[in-house]
């Protein structure tokens, strides 16, 4: 099962920036937080990821809590190219489980004109 | 970033008949693949692990002997869908870990393959 809860939809009016939070308050110490997302019948899209410390890339920015029990994903300037499912995955990068992801329901994020 | 492309796209076949399904790490080394089937307006679901060079792991409820997965290289794997149903239509979609890609590392995923079993 997954491990994230995430609110189904969302809006986001273009060019206002577009939070998505994520909680995940049974993350083990060496989970990663990640973020994909999935536009209609294609295949997921790496966002971002992080431990414990905000990242930061071209696409997005993601922000953990202290406790690593949230974080939000941040795309600053939503474009209407962003509307998508968006998931957010924990994962621990190495080891028994292969790194396989495993997918929650994910936000369907809608940019509106 | 890394590029991992599936083949064909889009396949429309007839009942009873088998489908094979390329995926391919154009520009990094795969030891390790992931198959995931996703019915409409619904998530992901993982189907099977494949390693280069050895069998693949099925998750529960997925049978073997229906999707056949061969992982040969560590650039290619491939997933036949044998003696389709119509119950199998589906997107599918493979993902590729890089190989020795270290703690930061990424899953990246092809474009994914509508079946379509008449």
């Known amino acids: ?113 | 970033g890394a590029v991992v492309s599936q083949h064909p796209s889009r396949v429309i076949c007839k009942s009873g008949t088998s489908v094979k399904i390329e995926c391919r790490s154009l520009d990094f080394q795969a030891t390790t693949m992931f198959w995931y089937r996703q019915f409409p307006k619904q998530s992901l679901m993982l189907m099977a692990t494949s390693n280069e060079g050895s069998k693949a792991t099925y998750e529960q409820g997925v049978e073997k002997d229906k999707f056949l997965i061969n992982h040969a290289s560590l650039t290619l794997s491939t997933l036949t869908v044998t003696s389709a149903h119509p119950e199998d239509s589906s997107f599918y979609i493979c993902s590729a870990r890089q190989k020795g890609g270290g703690a930061r590392e990424k899953l990246f995923f092809g474009s994914g393959t509508q079946l379509s079993v008449l």
């Not at chain 1, 060019?15 to 937080?33: D, F, K, M, Q, W």
């Not at chain 1, 966002?47 to 930061?56: F, P, Q, R, Y």
């Not at chain 1, 080891?95 to 994020?109: E, M, P, R, V, Y």
């Open chain 1, 1 to 113: 099962d997954a491990k994230t809860t995430q609110p189904p939809s969302m809006d986001c009016a273009e060019g206002r920036a577009a939070n998505l939070p994520c909680n995940h308050s049974t993350i083990s110490g060496n989970e990663y937080v990640y973020w994909y997302r999935q536009i209609h019948s294609q295949g997921p899209q790496y966002i971002i990821h992080g431990l414990k410390n905000n990242e930061t890339n071209e696409m997005a920015s993601l922000i953990i809590t202290e406790d690593r029990k949230s974080s939000t994903l941040i795309l600053p300037h939503a474009t209407l190219r962003d509307t998508a499912v968006y998931y957010c995955i924990v994962r621990v990068s190495t080891g028994g489980s292969q790194g396989n992801l495993i997918f929650g329901k994910g936000t369907k994020l809608s940019v509106k004109p």
